[in-house]
């Protein structure tokens, strides 16, 4: 969940953005191949990509994968008090199974993604979330799957 005000992305910040959604370099010096291939140092990209983290701008980097080709995962929803909200969605987003959370216009205002090694992992990552916040988490389990494409073209005109 994103509360963060309004901010000017940098021109490196925006080209790290846009160019490397679908290209992350897959190779023992990631950080060091997209400096070159921006040219800027090594350096420059950990700084501009610290300050994305610490604006919430962006949460993580790493791999996404198809459903179910490691592991086990569901898309979970919770209806959260308006007052706890940021609370349990930042406890949600610590977790290192959860991918992502996002808030939504309705009573179920609170929805993520879980990912586990295990089915039996996954049920205790929800009994846990249950337990610690002290509201019920419905699951929502993929029945069919739909290719959808997350990136997109920061540099519109």
Request: charged residues 20%.
């Amino acid at each position: 969940m994103n509360s963060s005000p309004q901010f000017e992305l940098s021109g490196l910040q925006e080209d790290l953005l846009n160019d490397f959604q679908k290209e992350f370099p897959l190779s023992p010096t990631p950080f060091a191949d997209m400096a070159t291939h921006l040219g800027v140092t090594e350096t420059e990209i950990l700084e501009a990509l610290r300050e994305l983290t610490e604006l919430e701008i962006i949460s993580r980097i790493g791999p996404v994968f198809s459903p179910h080709r490691v592991g086990t995962s569901t898309l979970a929803a919770m209806a959260v008090p308006r007052t706890q909200l940021k609370q349990v969605a930042d406890y949600v987003s610590a977790l290192p199974e959860v991918n992502h959370n996002y808030e939504r216009e309705h009573r179920f205002n609170l929805w993520f993604v879980i990912t586990a090694s295990t089915e039996k992992h996954l049920q205790t990552v929800l009994t846990t979330i249950e337990k610690e916040t002290n509201i019920k988490v419905i699951s929502l389990p993929m029945l069919e799957s739909y290719h959808i494409d997350l990136g997109f073209d920061l540099k519109y005109n």
